[in-house]
Structures are given as C-alpha cells and as structure tokens.
C-alpha cells in the first residue's frame, strides 16, 4: 500500500527496556518529528487475501493499538511500523434465514524494520466474523478485534524494547557507516542515518547528534563551494537574478559566507552604478549564536527528510517478500 508521508525520517519506534534497567542510560526528552518514538502502520500490497474494504478499518485498528500503548503517530518515518498477516482457518454457512458466512481468522500483528527486513515482535489473534459475503465476514471479523486486550501491550513494549536494544548495540556501527558515508560526499544520508536514532537511546543520540554537526558542517561547505561557483557564474553573464537564487542558498554558518557578501556587495554597487533600482538582494544574517545552532539543527532535518523521501519514501511499496514468503 502506498503511503503519504509527512514527516520523517527517523521516526523511529523505541521505549524503555525496562523501567529499571535502563531508566540510567536512556533518558527521554522532547525532539521534533525526525526522532520521534513512534510506529507507523499499513497493509502491505502483498497482504492481498484482505479485502480492500477491510485494510482502512485493519490500519485504525493497529493504530488505535499504537496509541493505546503510547507509539501512536500518523506522520512518521515508516521503516518501523505494523503491519498484519491474516489467515481465514475456516469458512461456514450457518444455519440462518438468509444463510449467512461465518469465519475464523487468526490475525497476526509484526513490528518491523521495513528497510532492514527485521522482525522485533509478533502477536497473533483469533477473530471470528458473519456477514452475507465473505468481504462483510471479513470486515466483521476486523471489526471485532479488542485493541485494549493485554497481549497488545506486551507486544508493543517488546517491540520498543528490540529497537531500543537496536540502536543500543549499532551504535558504533551507525557512527562508523556515517563517517564513510560522509567521506564519500554521502552527507545527506550519513544524517539520515544519524538523525535516525531516537533520543531514548540516550547515549547513542548524544553522540550521533555531535556528529550529525560535523558532517552537517561538512555538506554545508560542500555545497557552498558549488552555491559559489553557480552564482560567479551567473554573475560573468550578468544574471543578477540567477546570482541571487544561488547566493540565497547560502546561509551565515557555511564556509564561504563571507565570499558570497562579498559578491553580493560587487553586484549591488553595479546595478547601482548602471542605474538600477530594483535588486535589492540582501544576504541572510543570524542575530546570534542561540538562532545559529537552532538553524542549524532544523537544516541537518529538512537535508535528512529531503535525502529519505527522494531514496525510500517516493519508491513506495517496499518489497514485503521476505515477510509474506512462505504465504506467496
């Protein structure tokens, strides 16, 4: 199934191990959508003995068990997500006027790592359903699954539980994959991947946050040099207005910041000279250090949410046949 995504890259689903054990090494806090501690939820393609009329219903119902249990959220980065399998176990005609469908399905529910092909949790239901066609057996059955039962909560905290260990025991992995990435002029997935991490994983965060800086500030004057090189050219042609698109892409904490209020400066006092009086470029300033930072921060997320829609979300539906492989 094909799905809208608002927001990234990294919601990631993850939660305490336990309340003890890990209450000293992961600590909770507030962060934007890139980070959240969250699950997406959907109904694969491949998942296709369900009626098309029963997979919105099946979505609510997994995202109602999400949020019940606290990993609710509709605009998330969907590599950690649920998705169902169902099984029809038996069909039968009751004896009623009009004869109706009676079906046993057994539903199970998976958490997983949808580009990583992992399975951290499984649950699995029983459900039955009448109707007068099989679809409506099929949506009654749905229907009828009890999103406050117990066993949900123990598979949604397993499932945090798995993720969290996760990123816990790749850290090192995560900070050494970034750094070759980077080497590579790979800057905008090395952050995805570093931004990726959600901040319960405390310490990990910690240290793939600093990186994410360096790297960020890397890629920044990368494309600064390429920002400059656009603009000097435009400007040999004398297209101020061309100049002016490039030159507004570079912002005060780049490398070559300074060469680009220079330029700016050079083409103002000729449009001045040739009697101009509509350019009236100015170059972006930060007031402080306090509005750099937080720039700065919102650039490394908007550069990892460009990188994962352009690479994972706009090619859409993944490849499921690892999970369904012994269905189809």
Not at 77 to 93: A, G, H, S
Not at 286 to 315: C, G, P, Q
Request: charged fraction near 20%; aromatic fraction near 10%; charge should be neutral.
């Amino acid at each position: 199934m094909k799905n809208t995504v608002i927001h990234i890259l990294t919601a990631i689903s993850a939660t305490l191990l336990t309340i003890g054990t890990l209450a000293a090494q992961n600590t909770l806090g507030k962060t934007d959508d890139l980070g959240r501690v969250a699950l997406a939820v959907m109904v694969p393609d491949m998942a296709e003995n369900i009626p098309p009329g029963a997979k919105q219903l099946l979505e609510n119902k997994m995202m109602q068990i999400a949020t019940i249990n606290g990993l609710g959220a509709g605009g998330v980065d969907p590599r950690f997500c649920i998705v169902p399998m169902v099984n029809v176990v038996t069909k039968d005609i009751t004896p009623s006027a009009p004869p109706m469908l009676a079906m046993n399905m057994e539903i199970t529910f998976y958490i997983v790592d949808a580009i990583g092909q992992t399975i951290f949790a499984q649950s699995t239901i029983a459900a039955k359903g009448v109707g007068q066609t099989e679809d409506k057996a099929f949506i009654s059955g749905i229907r009828n699954i009890n999103v406050r039962a117990g066993q949900f909560k123990g598979f949604i905290e397993t499932g945090k539980t798995k993720i969290i260990e996760y990123y816990n025991s790749k850290c090192d992995v995560i900070i050494k994959e970034a750094q070759a990435l980077a080497g590579q002029k790979k800057y905008e997935e090395a952050l995805f991947n570093l931004m990726s991490v959600p901040d319960v994983c405390r310490e990990c965060y910690d240290r793939c946050m600093e990186l994410s800086t360096e790297i960020y500030k890397e890629y920044a004057n990368y494309k600064c040099t390429q920002y400059m090189s656009a603009a000097r050219a435009a400007w040999a042609n004398m297209d101020a207005d061309a100049a002016a698109v490039n030159l507004g892409k570079i912002t005060p904490d780049m490398a070559c910041y300074n060469e680009a209020v220079k330029l700016t400066d050079e083409i103002t006092r000729k449009m001045i000279a040739d009697g101009a009086n509509v350019w009236s470029y100015k170059m972006k300033r930060y007031d402080d250090a306090v509005e750099t930072e937080r720039l700065t921060i919102r650039a490394k997320r908007d550069v990892a949410i460009a990188w994962a829609y352009a690479t994972y979300w706009s090619n859409y539906p993944y490849n499921w046949r690892w999970l369904y492989r012994y269905r189809y």
